[in-house]
């Protein structure tokens, strides 16, 4: 893991020497298994500042939620630096007023799957290399860190920051590609019918209460399409249709923008697998406009681009 005392010293710098308003990182929660996105406004509270592999939300969220005029620092593992590059393309934030503090991402780590391995009465988790130490009120457990990502993070590409200030520590390997094709592929490789009641299973169980929109970065527009009235895009109601237009227009609306964080899915209550829908769409935009969404904060996705060579032009 990288060096705590080291974000807090560069946080603290930003802070003293006015190089930023906020700085957006993490503090402890109520429970150990919950740190919590907190903005740190002076160096005096930086020392509340924490980082560890069970920090879940992706703090780039809340670029689109401070004034835009604010010089923003933010803690941002892989794929939150690449979701503020998705942000700065959609002029959502001026890169000029960011800094990015980077730190390389071993994963994040499930906290359900720690509970249901070793119970709700968690005291304390200390990550040491590739061991979880976890302290329960029956007493301690050694667990194996890998085991216990989330599945989003096993198939990260890009663990590390690409255009941080800074960076602290060292620069991880990158990831295979071929684990995100191979999830594809094997769903891909499933009968209609079966992928159909897939979607049924995971869809039904939507309570429509919006937390993964709320998590996602890259939902930010002030009236989302389910709220609008008139007209009427998607029905409101908890039906199968309505469940089912809500994931698949969700999922349409980060094509060439998802950054396969995982915020939606560790938000969802219902713990509904959302991603195997966007993972298709980033394998589609990986194949046929050879894109990866975040990867510089200039390059337009697909389908926000219209260029001279474009086959079958629709506007001249």
Same mark, same amino acid.
């Given at each position: ?32 298994? +919950?740190?919590?996105?907190?903005? !740190? ?21 809340? @670029? ?12 941002? $593992? ?20 960011? !800094? ?8 994040? @780590? ?40 989330h599945e989003s ?31 594809? =592929?094997? !769903? ?33 527009? =002030?009236?989302?399409?389910?709220? +609008? ?17 809500? +994931?698949?227009? $969700?999922? !349409? ?5 998802c950054t396969s ?15 195997? @829908?966007?993972?298709?769409?980033? +394998? ?33």
């Amino acid at each position: 893991m990288p060096d705590l005392n080291a974000i807090r010293t560069e946080a603290k710098r930003l802070l003293a020497e006015g190089v930023v308003d906020v700085v957006v990182a993490f503090k402890a929660g109520e429970t150990p298994l +919950h740190p919590q996105p907190a903005f !740190f406004r002076s160096a005096d509270e930086v020392d509340q500042l924490v980082y560890d592999g069970l920090c879940q939300n992706n703090l780039a969220t809340f @670029l689109t939620r401070v004034p835009k005029q604010s010089k923003v620092g933010m803690v941002v $593992r892989g794929c939150e630096n690449r979701s503020v590059n998705a942000l700065v393309v959609e002029k959502q934030k001026n890169r000029a007023d960011l !800094f990015l503090i980077g730190v390389p991402c071993e994963g994040i @780590l499930d906290w359900q799957k720690i509970v249901g391995e070793v119970g709700e009465t968690v005291k304390s988790v200390k990550e040491n290399g590739q061991n979880l130490m976890i302290e329960t009120k029956a007493g301690y457990q050694l667990l194996e860190r890998h085991d216990f990502l989330h599945e989003s993070c096993k198939r990260c590409i890009h663990p590390n920051p690409m255009s941080a200030d800074i960076l602290i520590g060292e620069a991880l390997q990158e990831g295979d590609p071929n684990l995100a094709r191979t999830a594809v =592929e094997t !769903f891909e490789d499933q009968t209609i019918e079966d992928r159909y009641a897939w979607f049924q299973k995971e869809a039904e169980r939507c309570i429509r209460c919006y937390a993964c929109r709320q998590a996602c970065p890259m939902c930010y527009c =002030e009236e989302c399409f389910v709220d +609008h009235i008139e007209p009427r895009w998607s029905e409101s109601g908890a039906t199968p249709a309505g469940m089912q237009g809500w +994931h698949i227009v $969700r999922a !349409f609306h980060q094509t060439g923008r998802c950054t396969s964080c995982g915020a939606c899915e560790r938000a969802c209550p219902m713990d509904i697998k959302m991603t195997y @829908l966007t993972e298709k769409l980033n +394998h589609d935009m990986r194949e046929k406009y050879n894109f990866e969404p975040g990867l510089d904060a200039q390059t337009q996705p697909p389908f926000a681009a219209v260029t001279l060579d474009d086959k079958n032009r629709f506007s001249v």
